[in-house]
């Protein structure tokens, strides 16, 4: 975490630039600290959502989990809407936003699974519960309300809650764009605002998923501290159409987790986490070759 002086008035960068004294920008602003802020909703919501859910029956558990995958779905379908975005439209054409989309999500998806961050991301998940969790709660099976054992270990239990919170969390648009707003000083807004959302779904997800959704905070940290930084060194880099772009393909892959939280299919949302930085490469590309 750093302290600096950061402003958004264009007259700021352009003397910054041209070398001359800074006079009247002294107003400290903490780089970091939505990301900051997301971290400990995340963290206090899991543990208030363990609290609850060690009180409520299974049955309960897993409709709150379906609740979760049917607003993961609708998140996504509204992220969807970007496709019309006029930047994104005007500078791929109005068939070409789908295409870029599919683009990201094919390139994406090949990259991801033959650098196997699923599987790495689940490896962390389940060493994370080996070094933090006692060795009774990890070879403990979830039961049906009737009795019968699911075939759900503590362990399985444990990365499902870590891997699928993270995805959910980091996805999203606002972790994007709140990290740039964050990072190039234009205050915390967005991320306060993705603080409390997160903060209230992990008291949702931990209350049936238990302690892995906590440990969810560490890669957030990780991935929205390292667009802080990128924002606070670069600026605001990134062009509306390419910010459509990416909103776009992150609506498809909130898709794929909400289809996860419901049991309907296993989507390997994590190998197709490249997309989100394909899309706006290829927006740009594309906008080139159109002139």
Do not use: C
């Amino acid at each position: 975490m750093r302290v600096r002086a950061i402003q958004t008035d264009p007259q700021f960068w352009k003397a910054a630039r041209g070398g001359r004294p800074l006079r009247g920008y002294a107003e400290p602003v903490i780089v970091g600290l939505g990301t900051l802020l997301n971290i400990a909703t995340i963290v206090v919501g899991a543990a208030i959502g363990v609290l609850i859910g060690n009180r409520l029956p299974e049955r309960t558990n897993r409709v709150v989990t379906d609740a979760l995958g049917l607003i993961t779905i609708v998140l996504g379908g509204l992220n969807l809407v970007a496709l019309s975005d006029p930047d994104f439209v005007g500078a791929v054409g109005a068939a070409g936003t789908f295409l870029v989309v599919i683009g990201a999500l094919l390139i994406g998806s090949i990259v991801g699974s033959l650098a196997g961050i699923e599987a790495r991301l689940e490896r962390f998940g389940g060493w994370l519960q080996r070094r933090f969790t006692r060795p009774a709660a990890r070879d403990a099976r979830v039961e049906h309300p009737d009795g019968a054992p699911l075939a759900l270990t503590g362990r399985d239990r444990f990365i499902t809650g870590f891997v699928d919170a993270s995805l959910v969390f980091a996805i999203g648009p606002l972790a994007i764009l709140g990290a740039f707003q964050d990072g190039t000083g234009q205050g915390i807004d967005q991320l306060a605002l993705k603080a409390t959302l997160d903060g209230f779904a992990s008291i949702a997800f931990a209350a049936s998923l238990g302690w892995g959704v906590a440990f969810s905070a560490i890669p957030v940290g990780i991935w929205q501290g390292l667009l802080t930084v990128l924002a606070f060194f670069l600026g605001t880099v990134m062009s509306g159409a390419a910010i459509a772009a990416l909103t776009a393909t992150g609506g498809v892959l909130l898709l794929g987790v909400g289809l996860r939280l419901l049991n309907v299919r296993a989507v390997s949302v994590a190998d197709m986490l490249p997309a989100l930085i394909a899309a706006p490469l290829l927006t740009i590309g594309v906008q080139a070759l159109l002139g």
